[in-house]
């Protein structure tokens, strides 16, 4: 009888620097110290994931791996570079050798040494967005489309489908159906502008940023030595956020471990909240069943919040059918329970935010350790009124406040135009919309404009103080409107002139939306002209000239019921004024943020944390979106976003909604229900907070 007997190869033990017991509770450690091989680390909210992620490069060092075979992937270069330096602060030593930073940023550095092999040269240059924009117009122009005829998209809006495309893997048709279906119908037209574009780049030696990976991919598919180079180089791949990864760069990382297999994932499936820009939740998710030797690690013990912000996150998240498994534990002492707010409507949300942001600030906590977040831009518009009113000085973390977004100066431009047809930049704003207009253009036909109306003998007299009594019919104001009616489409008859031909098809009505916006009764309300303006007119615009239409378009109709509250537009208008105004003031003086109250969405806060936390805006239809709720799977990713906004919280946090909401003139005020994810949380986690006004 015979048997085997396998000798194991003798290594003596490896001296180690860190004490990494001692540094790591036992779930980061076991993710540290795991076996060659696929491994997916799950590191819930708070659970120090980056903490883990450097000190596996680190241990993997010190178990002698040179540098140079490690790459690790990141999100953003300023990730990698911090936690290579920390590595190197821990160990000693010198791990520039290290390949670590963005995806795009190591395609560029591996395209740069074989570019021929995928039919560029070596000394190509990169396009930013800008340029890429500029680039597709070109090719747009090189066609027979007629882009005033049939509203073609933009070059912006072209780029961001073309990207689209690329990164999920799909056709332009495909991203069409399910982002853009208001282009459908011209989807041959837009494949035509998307191969005009890709030949245009080979024949200028330019690359986008999208190339840099999707050439990448390409060179290694198509050139099996150079992928075999990089596969017997990398012997370890460590790839950070994961679950925001799209389908490109999955195909990329799954590529370079194809050989060894010695693979390590780190993410949180439960904070996958970036589908709309092409990531792909199935990545993570299906990460076991793609390696079906993976090992799971789950890191579920959190050092950010209060366990009974802990329990509500654990509670908000129940409900998700597609995820891991996992429960966050605290390790902090135990504090105050998560308000349910129920507000009037929102202006007292609004007060409520304000009120409480400055008795925490007199308790000591500072602004800049608290934030309000949202699912969108237009859910902080009450409140942003509220904030200046009361002198509250606050950030935007997501970009330009509210006020100060291209689309809304747009649409207040309208109604500037009609109070005061002497406003030459409102004017020139409306005008330089149209297709063929540029400052030039703008010029003369302002010119032809006012020279108009100064024939009609129109003087427009400045609309009252807001505090006082509007004029009666005799009045000079009340009088001179009847003959700015009259004047406003005589003047606009007089520029058709000075048009450009690209601009004539859509002259005639643009010329009759001011018509309309300029007659009584129309002009009398804020809310009503702005929805005459969006439907008339501005709601084509939005769709050809920005890809994230739908959003802005939210912001418009959430600004339509915000003006249903002023009794003229002239008193909007003035409002608008002062809060800018302010704005520009703060903007200036405030250039330390420690003093500022943090105001961002919920997506770009992401990987922050505050010590204070209020949700706004927790309404049914708002968050989640009333678009979302036609697919459990948006359904699944509204919740998630959620989860996100709640672990942002350290010691308090405000969950906010009204009960009643300002829509459009129309239809006047709208009865709102609490979000649903509220509704699932049980009873006994929330402290219920009464509001009362005194």
Known sequence: MSREYHLQPFQSATPLQIDYAHELNEQQLAAVKAPPGPALVIAGAGAGKTRTLIYRVAYLLEQGVPPERLLLLTFTN????????????LLGNDVTALWGGTFHSLGHRVLRRHAERVGCRTDFTILDREDAKELVNACLGETDIDVKATRFPKGNVLADIFSLAVNTHKSVPEILGESYNYFSHLAPQIQDVQARYAARKRATNVMDFDDLLVLWLRLLQENADVCEQYQRRFQFILVDEYQDTNRLQSDLIDLLAAHHHNLMVVGD???SIYSWRGANFHNILNFPKRYAEAKVYKIETNYRSSPEI????????????HQFDKE???????GARPALVVCGDAQVQA????????ELREEGIELSRMAVLYRAHFHALELQFELTRRNIPFAITSGLRFFEQAHIKDIAAFIKLVCNPRDELAFKRLVKMLPGVGAKGADKLWGRFQTAFARSGTAPTPPPPSDTAAPDSQSPAASAQPAVDEAMPAALAACREAVPK???PLWPQFAETLRQLSAAPMRQKADTMIQLALEALYQDYLKETYPNYRARLDDIQQLAGFAHQFETPQEFLTQLALLSNVEADQATGAADRESQLNLSTIHQAKG???DVVFLIMLCDG???PARSLDSPERVEEERRLFYVGITRARNELYCCYPLIRMTAGYSGDLAQKPSRFLREVPMPLWDEWNLRTV
């Open 502 to 504: 690209k601009t004539l």
């Open 351 to 358: 007060a409520f935010v304000a009120q409480r942001v400055l």
């Open 328 to 334: 966050l534990s605290p390790v902090r002492p135990s």
């Open 622 to 624: 708002l968050f989640p």
């Open 608 to 610: 922050l944390e505050f």
């Open 310 to 321: 802990l329990h509500l996150a654990n509670a908000a998240i129940a409900a998700n059918v």
């Open 78 to 89: 300023k990730a990698a570079k911090e936690m290579m330096r920390r590595v190197a602060d």
């Open 269 to 271: 499936d439960a904070q």
